[in-house]
């Protein structure tokens, strides 16, 4: 049995004094690209969201109440200033203007005999350019060039002056609205970028028009940015202006050098020749860069193109 301790305790010494060397890492080493990072200054962007509006529009609704004949138009289409949009029932108005139109032409007659006072031709001579207004009102027609971008009334129903029947805009001229909060100071000719999720296009904008009252419950101002963009837009569509505020410092790295794993966030730095994956925490998106909020220090280098693995030998 003591031989047998013995045996054991030689074994064990023997274990403990020897030194284990890690494995050597037989990767060849990947080609890669890397930049170094530093501090550099940035515009301080605060961004705001709005949506896409047409400069010209118009509610489009009748002045008299009478029923709907007939409607020559369809939603979408085109059309020219003065161009018919409905044509309501004008029997009671034409009734009313046949009445002052005799009316007119008598008393004209009997001012010209002297048989009438022009006091008294003044007031049937008023009475019958209500009565003609009136009567052209029964022809609702477009107020600009533009698109008939809904129709709101059907033949048949009853218009009436505070019921609209179409909306119309000009499809060419698109501005942003936004409301923009209070303690951001933005003034009209400012310029700016806007982006257009639904295109992807960030456009150039110039604020237009800054309304002067605040918004009591959100305390938040309206700001309407005239935007000039490639891509086509249509009303409503989500947009995103960004204000330069001032300058800040911030680090950058291309968009193709931070990956994503589940919830993961991370980069690859080359450090003693080596691929070492950094986790970081990003910040906002510029074009084709990504602010990084933390994870890596002004002065390393980046991998931005090279397929890599972590602890892999890298070569530049």
């Known amino acids: 049995m003591k031989t047998l301790s013995l045996a054991v305790i030689v074994t064990l010494a023997t274990a403990c004094g020897h030194k284990h060397e890690p494995a050597a890492d037989n990767r060849p080493a990947a080609k890669v690209e890397t930049i170094e990072i530093q501090l550099q200054r940035t515009p301080d962007i ?9 400069k010209l529009y118009a509610e489009v609704s ?26 309501l029932d004008d029997r009671d108005s034409r009734a009313e203007f046949d009445r002052a139109k ?33 009567l052209s009102y029964a022809q609702i027609t477009a107020p600009f060039d533009g698109v008939v971008v809904r129709k709101l009334a059907d033949v ?25 909060p209070e303690r951001f100071s933005v003034g009209v000719g400012a310029k700016l970028y806007v982006a257009i ?15 002067p009252a605040a918004d ?34 911030a680090m950058f790295v291309p968009k193709n050098a931070v990956h994503e794993r589940g919830q993961l966030t991370y980069v690859f730095v080359m450090a003693d020749g080596r691929a070492q994956m950094r986790l970081v925490k990003t910040g906002k998106n510029y074009l084709d ?12 280098r980046v991998i931005v193109a090279g397929d890599v693995a972590d602890g892999q030998p890298v070569s530049p």
């Open 62 to 87: 009748a002045k008299i109440t009478a029923a709907i004949l007939e409607i020559p138009v369809r939603a979408g289409e085109a059309v020219g200033a003065g161009q018919l949009l409905a044509k």
């Open 156 to 180: 048949g129903d009853l218009a009436s002056s505070d019921k609209p029947l179409f909306i119309v805009e000009q499809p060419f001229d698109y501005r942003l609205e936004a409301n923009v």
């Open 197 to 211: 999720d639904a295109t992807g296009e960030k456009c150039e904008g110039v604020v237009g028009e800054v309304v």
């Open 46 to 54: 605060a961004e705001v969201v709005g949506t896409v509006r047409p």
């Open 216 to 249: 009591p419950v959100s305390r938040s101002f309206l700001v309407k940015i005239n935007l000039q963009c490639r891509q086509a837009l249509k009303t409503g569509m989500f947009g995103r202006a960004q204000l330069i505020l001032g300058e800040r410092f």
């Open 289 to 300: 860069a990504v602010e990084i909020l933390s994870g890596l220090q002004s002065g390393e």
């Open 102 to 134: 005799a009316d007119f032409d008598r008393y004209k007659t009997l001012l010209a005999q002297q048989a009438a006072t022009p006091a008294e031709f003044e007031a049937v001579q008023s009475r019958y350019r209500v009565a003609e207004a009136t």
